[in-house]
């Protein structure tokens, strides 16, 4: 232990001056590293003086890897090798990607995560992430002149835990201690300067190469709450260039080119469109291999009406995203532009048109992730003063466990901030139960089977007790990242099982948006459907203590009564398979006042078999 | 709640303030920073005042942040000498681990 000196009052020396800490913006298209130099939040640069590194990674023929552009010059001539936006498998199973006949991988399917078959041996999405992730970590370490403390990575917002806990596997297998995943507008946010704005409702507008994504964000005390997501897997800025390039075909009555002529119009449309960002025209000139000749010129106003209708599908996620978080227009207090597309003149008049306000557009777009990320990592590499807390990020999902029937028990609700923990006790079910099975799930609905599960496991060893007697208490812990470890203890005996959520790899992107749709849908469902499993479930305790009853004490009852209670068990369970909660409480109740009589005689036979063969006076002592 | 001094140390602050010509208190806090999350800071106290939480310990007035309280809750500071070095040292219950030269500690 070190001995410290008093200090001047405002003058404690900080140990170990600067630490380096970095953001990183892990996108689908590209990626990006940035950090805090002198305060002020920076994109890191390659040796090239280039920022943005394509998400390209290629297992070349001579057994080494490249990344980013290298590997994006590969792409045609060896697709099978080239993996492209790894980031659409994180985290995913074969199921959950859709259409895979129109991607040129050869794909493994062994439960779980879905893995690629390359040159190189199979690979898992997250050894491909991990590729770009150690470019990017080579970068910063040169860039900084030392090696990393850790680094903030950013998540879109709707990614569940398993493409979570997948994107944290990727960094740990680069080399890269994960300060904390921060969600990708409430970076974005931060980047502007939010988390030290006004209180009040923000939305992020974030149109990328390939995604677009709208997500409206609560800040409150200095915590951002994500309070709906929205968006559209399958639009982005080469959607925009891909309007160019019908156009060219259309003004030079081409029909399908060869790939290397696709891709180069392709890439000259990117090139007016990003032109038409400054300039009212662009020309755009080619060689096509067959010898023609393309020279043409595209005015603003054509590109406009080309791709107004992409502009105008950006909206209706706009206003489902205000819809699901019960919101209007009025209420947003700014916006947020994210990704390189938002610079087109018309997105973002229409932005600005849609909100009534000027967007915030000052920062650059393709950077302002990463930039957001660094000031993250910066303040939780501990290099800001004392007054400056952690911010901190909220639970998108509740977190629960199921119940006898099906029934979902939240312990922590959705939007607690994190990291948290909380215990609640459970009992046994039935009589000598020595094991009991802890399955946690994730979503807002009442019953197990609409939400989704994350884990399952087992706690044994629990002492033979009567039913409801034994205490298991079980714990929900949220680290920072949003990741869930769930424990379980018997309180009497001590036993203990517990479990670090390796979630069953498999929510479809819009999910957990669908899942929160769905639970303010259901409501009322819900509630009903809860009734009725919990009904259920008593009608299964009787039926099961009756059962037992007779098989023991049968000789009780006279033959009449014995039938009351066989007719009342035998109605109850007709009762029980069908959806009306008022009819199996009414049969619960008969069957409990038929049996209360019977009930009565066991308690004064085990009350006279407890005294045979006492005296009065003993009993009385 | 509390925050104590050893007469040793008490002694120190007492003597350090009194060589400094003005000061009426010592002040404890942390602070988010060094490579195990948090670092102590020991500083002269010349106004009293704020939201911060007082304590006397043999005669020595010491100030708190209640946003540090916390995480050094029931410590005694101590005043030691190590071979030739001579300082202050933090006996702090609450801490789980710190890193090497103990400048910076997790809780």
Not at chain 1, 156 to 174: E, G, I, M, N
Not at chain 1, 357 to 385: E, H
Not at chain 1, 457 to 477: C, D, K, N, S, Y
Request: net charge negative.
């Amino acid at each position: 232990m070190a001995l410290l000196q008093i200090s001047e009052p405002g003058m404690s020396t900080a140990p170990h001056q600067h630490r380096l800490a970095v953001g990183i913006d892990l996108g689908t298209t590209n990626s990006l590293v940035a950090t805090v130099r002198n305060g002020i939040s920076v994109a890191l640069n390659d040796q090239d003086g280039r920022g943005m590194l394509p998400s390209v990674v290629c297992y070349t023929a001579d057994g080494s890897v490249s990344v980013g552009e290298a590997a994006q010059h590969a792409q045609s001539a060896d697709p099978i090798n080239t993996i492209v936006s790894v980031k659409r498998f994180m985290g995913r199973g074969l199921r959950d990607i859709g259409d895979i006949s129109r991607l040129p991988y050869r794909f493994v399917d062994e439960g779980g995560m879905v893995q690629l078959r390359t040159r190189a041996g199979v690979k898992s999405p997250v050894e491909v992430s991990a590729e770009i992730l150690r470019v990017l970590r080579h970068r910063a370490e040169a860039a900084l002149g030392g090696e990393l403390v850790g680094a903030v990575i950013t998540v879109p917002a709707y990614f569940d835990d398993a493409q979570r806990q997948a994107t944290k596997d990727a960094a740990r297998l680069a080399g890269i201690n994960v300060l904390r995943l921060l969600n990708e507008p409430t970076a974005a946010a931060i980047a502007y300067g939010l988390d030290n704005a006004a209180e009040g409702l923000y939305a992020v507008y974030d149109l990328g190469g390939g995604t677009f994504d709208i997500s409206l964000l609560r800040l409150s005390r200095g915590v951002f709450e994500v309070l709906a997501a929205n968006g559209d897997s399958a639009l982005g800025g080469d959607d925009f260039d891909q309007r160019v390039y019908c156009w060219l075909l259309e003004k030079n009555n081409l029909s399908a080119l060869p790939p290397r002529d696709t891709r180069l119009l392709l890439s000259q449309a990117r090139v007016a469109k990003e032109q038409l960002t400054e300039h009212d025209e662009a020309r755009i000139t080619a060689v096509l291999s067959g010898g023609e000749i393309i020279d043409n010129v595209l005015t603003r106003r054509e590109f406009q009406d080309l791709t107004q209708n992409l502009v105008q599908r950006t909206l209706q996620p706009m206003r489902r995203a205000l819809r699901d978080a019960g919101l209007d227009k009025a209420d947003i207090k700014g916006v947020v532009m994210v990704g390189g597309a938002t610079r087109m003149p018309h997105i973002q008049q229409a932005v600005g048109a849609f909100f009534g306000q000027t967007p915030l557009n000052n920062l650059d777009p393709d950077k302002v992730v990463a930039l957001g990320a660094a000031i993250q990592a910066n303040v939780l590499a501990g290099n800001r003063g004392a007054d400056e807390w952690l911010l901190l990020d909220v639970l998108p999902l509740s977190l629960g466990l199921e119940t006898m029937g099906g029934l979902t028990e939240k312990i922590i609700p959705r939007n607690t901030t994190i990291p948290t923990a909380r215990a609640q006790e459970f009992t046994t079910f039935r009589d000598g139960q020595t094991a009991m099975s802890v399955h946690v799930v994730q979503g807002e609905r009442e019953l197990v089977e609409d939400c989704r599960s994350l884990a399952k496991f087992e706690l044994r060893g629990i002492p033979p007790m009567v039913a409801g007697a034994a205490r298991i208490r079980v714990t929900f812990q949220v680290d920072a990242d949003g990741l869930l470890s769930v424990a379980a203890r018997e309180m009497s005996s001590g036993v203990e099982q517990s479990i670090v959520v390796k979630p069953s790899y498999g929510l479809l992107d819009e999910e957990i948006t669908r899942m929160l749709q769905d639970s303010a849908q259901h409501a009322q469902d819900d509630m009903r459907a809860r009734a009725l499993r919990e009904q259920q479930t008593e009608a299964a305790q009787l039926l099961e203590a009756v059962e037992q009853a007779l098989a023991q004490d049968a000789a009780l009852l006279r033959e009449e009564e014995a039938g009351t209670i066989r007719q009342g068990m035998a109605n109850l369970r007709e009762v029980m398979t069908q959806h009306e909660p008022v009819a199996i409480r009414r049969a619960l109740e008969t069957l409990n006042r038929a049996t209360t009589e019977f009930a009565q005689r066991r308690m004064d036979q085990s009350v006279q078999h407890a005294l045979a063969g006492h005296k009065i006076s003993e009993l009385e002592e | 709640m509390t925050i104590t001094l050893t007469e040793k140390a008490a002694k120190h602050v007492l003597n350090f303030i009194a060589k400094r010509g003005k000061g009426v208190g010592l002040r404890i806090g942390v602070r988010t920073s060094g490579c195990s999350g948090m670092a102590y800071k020991l500083e002269f106290v010349d106004a009293l005042g704020g939201d911060d939480l007082e304590f006397d310990s043999n005669g020595v007035k010491v100030l708190v942040d209640p946003q540090s309280l916390p995480y050094i809750d029931g410590m005694e500071l101590d005043f030691v000498r190590e071979g030739l070095n001579e300082g202050f040292k933090f006996n702090n219950p609450n801490v789980k681990n710190q890193c090497g030269c103990g400048e910076s500690f997790q809780v």
